[in-house]
């Protein structure tokens, strides 16, 4: 499934109606018994400029209790795609700046264009992180990078993004969403019960401990050995042969 942050003229800024519809949207991907993957990208030259500034900065005077209570649940909706137990994939096909930085981080995998613009510039602003962004980063690119990342807040891109570990991979943008679709394709050709238990396992950094992780294994890929995808998967690769999984 692709999803598509469709505001082309504020750079697919974080606006009240887009995140009401976002959550709408992540809801039905959470009932969706057929969706495998999810691909978030944007439309037109960015991927996501973030929150809506003018929404940010309307209440110069207002109680830190009123501001908590606007900024946390919109917190919740867009960080709410990390709930879903299927893999999700952020086509970065430009500029993902603060907000729009972090729903980036929030999947669990990231490709870009060669020139997409990387950057968490809150302090320039004169704002703390927010979106989980002190969560995020430093999981995603360790710590060290992360601190310079959020303290400097300058722009990433290309060859040292990857290196930082910002994107799994960048392509030239003539081949990027030929690449993304064909990644795609391939997680969801996997099979569904071993991708989702395989998900859980790596949840925030993975397990607490060596003995954590065998003890995990030890009872998800029993689930699997159960189930009749592995007969297929078997039988494929016999025959080699594409297998045909059904979730069973």
Same mark, same amino acid.
């Given at each position: 499934m692709t999803v598509t942050l469709d505001d082309p003229d504020r750079r697919n800024a974080m606006t009240a109606p887009m995140t009401a519809s976002w959550q709408r949207i992540i809801a *039905? %991907?959470?009932?969706?018994e057929e969706a495998r993957c999810v691909v978030v990208t944007g439309a037109g030259s960015a991927f996501c400029s973030g929150g809506d500034l003018g929404w940010i900065g309307a209440e110069p005077g207002a109680p830190v209790d009123r501001l908590r209570d606007k900024m946390l649940? /919109?917190?919740? %909706? @867009?960080?709410s795609i990390r709930d879903l137990p299927i893999p999700t994939i952020a086509a970065v096909n430009g500029p993902a700046v603060g907000?729009?930085? =972090?729903?980036?981080? #929030? =999947?669990?995998?990231?490709?870009?264009?060669?020139t997409a613009k990387f950057a968490v510039p809150f302090t320039r602003l004169g704002m703390h992180p927010g979106m989980a962004a002190t969560w995020l980063l430093p999981e995603v690119i360790g710590i060290a990078n992360a601190r310079e990342l959020l303290y400097t807040g300058r722009a990433v891109s290309g060859a040292e #993004?990857?290196?930082?570990g910002v994107y799994n991979r960048v392509f030239p943008a003539a081949e990027f969403a030929g690449e993304v679709e064909r990644i795609a394709a391939g997680i969801a050709g996997s099979a569904p019960i071993a991708v989702?238990?395989?998900? *859980?396992a790596l949840v925030g950094a993975g397990h607490?401990? /060596?003995? #954590?992780?065998v003890? @995990?294994?030890a009872l998800a890929q029993p689930i699997t050995l159960?189930?009749?995808?592995?007969q297929e998967g078997l039988a494929a690769q016999r025959e080699k042969r594409a297998p045909r999984f059904t979730g069973r």
């Open positions: *039905e %991907i959470a009932e969706d649940p /919109f917190y919740k %909706i @867009w960080l907000a729009g930085a =972090c729903l980036a981080l #929030a =999947c669990d995998l990231r490709y870009a264009t060669d #993004a990857v290196a930082l989702k238990l395989t998900k *859980e607490e401990s /060596f003995e #954590a992780a003890r @995990w294994e159960a189930t009749e995808d592995l």
